[in-house]
């Protein structure tokens, strides 16, 4: 069988079956073998039976979630191609030709444009379309490096084996950003058609709630590209740091006087960007290990030298130098008598060494958690093999 049509479902049952048979009247029409599969997640208005009377093959998914759905759908379908949209009839199963000519081309994900192919009056709301879906395409092609334009359009195909071994695994709406993130991450061809969009048949409001939706999908894109969230930010801000602890330290002022006001922000902003940079990597790690985000190859290269042991010796010669440091400032203290200290001479001594110590710690709190984390997932992965 080439072609699996998928569609997932709960309670449309004033839709369904229309688009059941605007897909089999493509599949006749093209005279491509195929079916027309429903994923239904628990209607309760007899879509079920309204699909297989329409001539679909349904089956039940217990867990709930859009992803959830379409997880299941993927899993059980039949043809070596697979043309995913929702069963809410706002698109037109009839018209898949130039999906069909794509996969054939060797495009490995397809994705419909509805801005490139036309949105009808009414069939999205103003917030998404010129708020919510430009913002987080935008987001996502950053994030990705790819030039997709609409990321969230629910008309989709894919060759059934490239895409189940991205190891999708998000049961939401969510769903839609992951496909196409780690498609883009694993060098997959995407490639995009125009498509057109138009009010849905329901009679109820929408299963897509605008701001908790709108959140699961930036949420995801953030968590799954720590650098923006993260690296970027903490990079920028430990170099803030460390250049201003060079002038600020050694009472050089530059343009701008450095004292030891300064001083001190200065290493809230490189204690703040050390701790940004140590949550990428355990966010990336963490999304590694649960099988969300597919392996790096540069923290492949990095892993030798990210053991825990390395860790706690980095965050106890870090710690050493900063108590080193403040012994000496206490025996310099000493000399003169333990008398009055002036505040500026004694803070630009003081704020760098407690810094280190801070530094230390948070190096060696991090690996130790690393290393929970670790082991917490082979042991689960141990169980599971046993």
Known sequence: MELTVLMPCLNEARTVARCVAAARRFLAASGISGEVLVADNGSVDGSQELAREAGARVIHVQRTGYGAALLAGIAAAH???????????????SELQAFVDRLRGGAQLVLGNRFRGGIAPGAMPPLHRYLGNPVLSFVGRLFFRTDIGDFHCGLRAFPRA??????????GMEFASEMVAKAALAGLRIEEVPTSLRPDGRDRPPHLRTWRDGWRHLRFLLLFCPRWLFLYPGGALMLLGLG?????????HGPLPLGIHSLLYMAAATVLGAQMIQLALLTKWVGIISGVV????W???????LKLENGLVAGVLLISLG????????????????????????MRVAIPAVTLMILGAQVA?????????????TSSERDALA
């Open 79 to 93: 043809g070596r191609y697979v043309i995913m949209g929702d069963s809410d009839d706002s698109y037109d199963f």
């Open 162 to 171: 490239a895409i189940e071994r991205l190891g999708l695994v998000s049961p």
């Open 244 to 252: 201003g602890f060079a002038l600020g330290a050694t009472g050089m």
């Open 294 to 297: 597919p392996p790096q190859r």
């Open 299 to 305: 923290l492949a290269t990095l892993a030798p030298y």
């Open 323 to 346: 108590l080193t440091w403040s012994a000496w400032l206490t025996w310099d203290w000493g000399t003169s008598g333990f008398g009055a200290l002036d505040p500026t001479q004694a």
């Open 365 to 377: 709190a991090g690996s130790l958690f690393a290393g929970a984390l670790n082991f917490s997932w």
